[in-house]
């Protein structure tokens, strides 16, 4: 059986390495891989294979509705948490086609839940 591949996209050092240390808590023995920047996880998760995304919604190079977006007109159907602090961020999200949002002041009482209910139905 594969290890479950779960990459972390956030362009703010801090939440990033918050939100790893959550999914690795949530998914222990889970590779988790993080990405400073929407372009490089576009083209690991294009490239490779990663089971869930978990991506912030504003950021420098390519939001993250975009970056949902593309991965949806590919025929991407992995699940993908968006995770922000910024008002409308889900409704942007969900019109990209995320599967689930956790609002930033909620991070550390619905991410773990949130990881697992994606996670669960594909690989329990």
Known sequence: ?????IA??????????TVCYMVRDACPGAEVVDFVSA??????????????????????????PTLVRILREHKHSLPIIMISG???????????GIDRFVPKHLLHSELGEAVNALLVPTFG
């Open 1 to 5: 059986m594969r290890t479950l591949k």
């Open 8 to 17: 972390v996209v956030d362009d703010d050092d801090l939440i990033r390495a």
């Open 39 to 64: 372009t490089y996880a576009l083209h690991e998760i294009e490239t490779g294979t990663v089971d869930l995304l978990i991506t912030n919604c504003h950021m420098g190079d390519m939001d993250g």
């Open 86 to 96: 910024s008002d409308g961020a889900k409704e942007l999200g969900e019109m990209a």
